[in-house]
């Protein structure tokens, strides 16, 4: 079974520029997060979806961060314009609706703003 | 709110010696979920174990252990005989019961042949 899937690995871009990342999650997982990790820190959530829902976003920067999550299924987070200090990895993780299971990551996408 | 506390920024060990991560947690559910994931310099996070907050039992798989004490909010997970495969960043995670996982900010784990 595949799992999560995140694309691209590697982005490098100027700032002010936009950005985009996808996700695509463990087939019939209905939880999704966005994660950001700066280097040397634990990952930080950024939104969590159930289904297609974005049911906590709280720590979305709304001004310049969007999300979504398409028929429930892929997912993409997008930056626009983006600023020297959103340089991180960006992680992306699903889990299935039984809450005695744990959450499967994506190998991340580590974005270098410059 | 929930918040995880992994008090060891970093840990340096010799080969088969053994190695305790610490966890503290803060949440105010009476049902909860707590995690240890491994992230190797590849920079995947990999599940190592889970434990919901009714089951206090301790257990061992393999060079694994932890020790989850309601009582103290802890969840301190041990490597028996380390190797030097551990070397990596471990996580501590909680998760309530509506989903919402929280990180602690990680220890890094070196072992030294």
């Known amino acids: 079974e595949a799992g999560v899937v995140q694309s691209p690995r590697y982005k490098i871009i100027e700032k002010k520029q936009p950005v985009a990342f996808w996700c695509n999650p463990i087939?019939?997982?209905?939880?999704l997060y966005w994660y950001r990790q700066n280097l040397g820190q634990g990952p930080e959530l950024l939104i969590r979806?159930?289904?297609?829902?974005?049911?906590?976003d709280s720590q979305l920067p709304k001004d310049r961060f969007s999300a979504e999550r398409l028929k429930g299924v892929d997912s993409t987070l997008k930056i626009q314009p983006a600023e020297l200090g959103d340089s991180a990895v960006y992680l992306c993780a699903s889990m299935e609706r039984d809450l005695n299971t744990e959450a499967f990551f994506g190998q991340g996408t580590r974005l270098t703003v410059v | 709110a929930q918040k995880v506390t992994q008090a060891q920024t970093e840990i340096s060990v010799v080969e088969k010696e053994d190695v305790t991560l610490d966890c503290v947690y803060e949440t105010r559910d009476t049902t909860y979920y707590l995690f240890w994931y491994k992230q190797p310099p590849s920079g995947e996070l990999v599940f190592l174990i889970r434990?919901?907050?009714?089951?206090?039992q301790n257990e061992i798989s393999g060079r694994y252990s932890w020790n989850f004490q309601k009582s103290t909010s802890s969840f301190n997970f041990t490597i028996t005989a380390s190797q030097v495969v551990d070397s990596a960043v471990y996580f501590c995670?909680?998760?309530?019961?509506?989903?919402?996982?929280?990180f602690g900010a990680g220890t890094r784990l070196t072992v030294k042949p």
């Open positions: 434990r919901n907050s009714f089951d206090e």
């Open positions: 979806y159930e289904n297609e829902e974005a049911v906590d």
């Open positions: 995670a909680l998760r309530s019961n509506n989903n919402d996982m929280r």
């Open positions: 087939s019939g997982h209905n939880t």
